[in-house]
């Protein structure tokens, strides 16, 4: 095997690692405004500003007062992580999870085509239904489709399980801030209180949510 030798060094950057994350998780705080994030949801919003590079990201969050505690209990007790998008799911640091949690998508399932195909929905919201036997107190995290957001909003108000928490980050032009607005709203319009983090408007992304159930995972940053 050929040895590998790095190329000489032509910029001045930071190139320890431990020191580039120590570093970013200062920048974050110097330059965002967290004065209105409640105290235990500090770290959520601050990793997911890491995620999407983003310091006034904090204006657009909507946190539900009771989603750490619900996450972490849930999360503490071995709840699966149900992910809309395989970006999602692996963005997600095992290590961070406190009891080996599984993390599920199941975009792939080979159930998924006919399913969009007979509902005329995207293969996303479709894949949506096959978490129903595992939805119960599970920890959902949503960061690519807005059409799975509204489709599990759609099978909890059919009466289906209810997550212990959402993690509500669809991306997009079409519908993504709409479904978002539909869950900031769903207690009030519903009577269904489901703890929940989203972000408002046509922001959001996978690395956004997965960041999200990282910092709900482990209290550490």
Same mark, same amino acid.
């Given at each position: 095997?050929?040895?590998?030798?790095?190329?000489? #060094?032509?910029?001045?950057?930071?190139?320890?690692?431990?020191?580039?994350? +120590?570093?970013?998780?200062?920048?974050i705080r110097?330059?965002?405004?967290?004065? @209105?994030?409640?105290?235990?949801?500090?770290?959520?919003?601050? #990793?997911?500003?890491?995620?999407?590079?983003?310091?006034?990201?904090? @204006?657009?969050?909507?946190?539900?007062?009771? /989603?750490?505690?619900?996450?972490?209990?849930?999360?503490?007790?071995?709840?699966?992580? /149900?992910? !809309?998008?395989?970006? +999602?799911?692996? *963005?997600?640091?095992? *290590?961070?999870?406190?009891? !080996?949690?599984?993390?599920?998508?199941?975009?792939?399932?080979? #159930? +998924?085509?006919?399913?969009?195909?007979?509902?005329?929905?995207?293969?996303?919201?479709?894949? $949506?239904?096959?978490?129903?036997? /595992?939805? !119960?107190?599970? $920890?959902?995290?949503?960061? &690519?489709?807005?059409?799975?957001?509204?489709?599990?909003?759609?099978?909890?108000?059919?009466?289906?399980?209810?997550?212990?928490?959402? $993690?509500?980050?669809?991306?997009?032009?079409?519908?993504?801030a709409e479904?978002?607005?539909?869950? +900031?709203?769903?207690?009030?319009?519903? *009577?269904?209180?489901?703890?929940?983090?989203?972000?408002?408007?046509? #922001?959001? *992304?996978?690395?956004?949510?997965?960041?999200?159930? &990282?910092?709900?995972? @482990?209290?550490?940053?």
């Open positions: 095997m050929t040895e590998l030798t790095a190329p000489p #060094r032509r910029y001045d950057y930071i190139a320890d690692g431990p020191a580039i994350y +120590v570093d970013s998780f200062a920048t110097r330059e965002s405004d967290l004065s @209105q994030v409640p105290a235990e949801a500090e770290k959520v919003a601050v #990793r997911m500003i890491h995620g999407s590079g983003q310091t006034d990201l904090v @204006q657009d969050l909507v946190i539900h007062p009771r /989603l750490v505690p619900a996450a972490r209990a849930a999360l503490d007790a071995g709840a699966p992580i /149900l992910c !809309d998008a395989r970006m +999602v799911a692996m *963005g997600i640091t095992a *290590g961070r999870l406190p009891a !080996d949690n599984p993390v599920h998508c199941f975009l792939t399932d080979e #159930r +998924v085509p006919a399913l969009a195909k007979e509902w005329s929905t995207t293969r996303t919201a479709a894949a $949506v239904s096959l978490w129903e036997p /595992l939805l !119960d107190g599970a $920890v959902v995290a949503i960061g &690519n489709a807005p059409t799975a957001l509204f489709h599990l909003l759609e099978m909890i108000l059919a009466g289906g399980p209810q997550p212990a928490a959402i $993690v509500g980050c669809p991306v997009g032009f079409i519908g993504a479904s978002k607005d539909a869950l +900031v709203a769903f207690a009030d319009e519903h *009577g269904i209180d489901i703890p929940f983090v989203t972000v408002r408007g046509r #922001r959001g *992304g996978s690395a956004m949510a997965s960041s999200a159930v &990282n910092a709900l995972a @482990q209290e550490a940053e």
